[in-house]
């Protein structure tokens, strides 16, 4: 009978790297994509085929079993599961060898240390880049879109906005984004760049956002995404409503002032405008 493995046998130092670079993609995925806790589950026992074939595949391998084996039966062993407690233990036993497999690949592979950041260590700074639409009407008063539903900032007043997709330019992903929340299209030539900001949330990744405006479109705009918004408004810049997303005023009040670039969040440093 093998003897159970004390903690320092277990490689305490690389397990400790695969959890902190775990809790920094878990960081960064709320980030970029708000809480997503209120989604479904979307297993059952019509998966209970997919879990036995890699049941089967698994065993049949034998002394020539890989890390593949053993991930796809027990993500197939979860996928078959309804019960949220049994679910859980199953995610569980799959974490546990997700993480032995980054331990493993820590022990050979030029990573980066866990507190120097796993995206970041790999090679050049990546940032989160995120679209804002302004319409202006011709009185001069902007769309706000009331954020609802597992969203970031649920019940806060916000600009139309949204995320830069891979391969995306970015004048395409606001045009994207207006026409997916709001049904409207607007012409690339009537997309104006108003504003950059720098921005960062206590404890979340920075982001870069793109502010772009227009005053031109086609379609009357309407809440095409409800269960991500509550509401639409039109409102004076000057009399923005409560609650509004902090960085949302921050990067309003820049555009008023003809700024077209401000980091928001970041600590003081030399050189930074009084």
């Not at 921005?199 to 793109?210: D, I, N, T, Y």
Request: glycine fraction near 10%; hydrophobic fraction near 45%; proline fraction near 6%.
């Amino acid at each position: 009978m093998a003897n159970a493995l004390s903690a320092s046998e277990l490689d305490r130092a690389g397990m400790a790297g695969a959890l902190a670079d775990l809790v920094a993609e878990r960081i960064r995925q709320h980030a970029a994509w708000g809480d997503q806790s209120g989604l479904p589950d979307g297993t059952g026992p019509q998966w209970q085929d997919r879990a036995d074939v890699a049941r089967a595949a698994c065993q049949a391998a034998g002394g020539t079993v890989s890390w593949r084996h053993l991930i796809e039966e027990e993500f197939a062993e979860a996928l078959a599961e309804a019960d949220p407690r049994l679910l859980y233990g199953e995610l569980t036993q799959l974490g546990g060898l997700v993480v032995q497999w980054m331990q493993a690949l820590r022990s050979r592979a030029d990573l980066p240390p866990a507190e120097v950041g796993l995206l970041v260590g790999l090679g050049r700074y990546r940032s989160i880049v995120d679209l804002h639409v302004l319409l202006r009407r011709d009185d001069g008063k902007l769309l706000l879109a009331r954020r609802a539903g597992a969203v970031y900032a649920s019940g806060m007043w916000h600009l139309p906005s949204g995320h830069l997709e891979p391969g995306e330019p970015l004048a395409d992903g606001a045009a994207r984004e207006a026409r997916e929340e709001l049904g409207i299209d607007i012409d690339l030539d009537d997309l104006r760049l108003v504003h950059v900001m720098h921005h960062q949330a206590s404890g979340q990744e920075p982001r870069v956002g793109f502010f772009f405006e227009a005053d031109r479109w086609t379609g009357d705009p309407v809440n095409a995404e409800p269960d991500r918004c509550s509401g639409l408004a039109w409102v004076e810049p000057d009399a923005l409503p409560e609650p509004m997303v902090p960085y949302t005023v921050a990067a309003l009040t820049e555009i008023t002032a003809g700024r077209i670039y401000a980091a928001d969040g970041f600590p003081a440093v030399s050189g930074s405008r009084a």
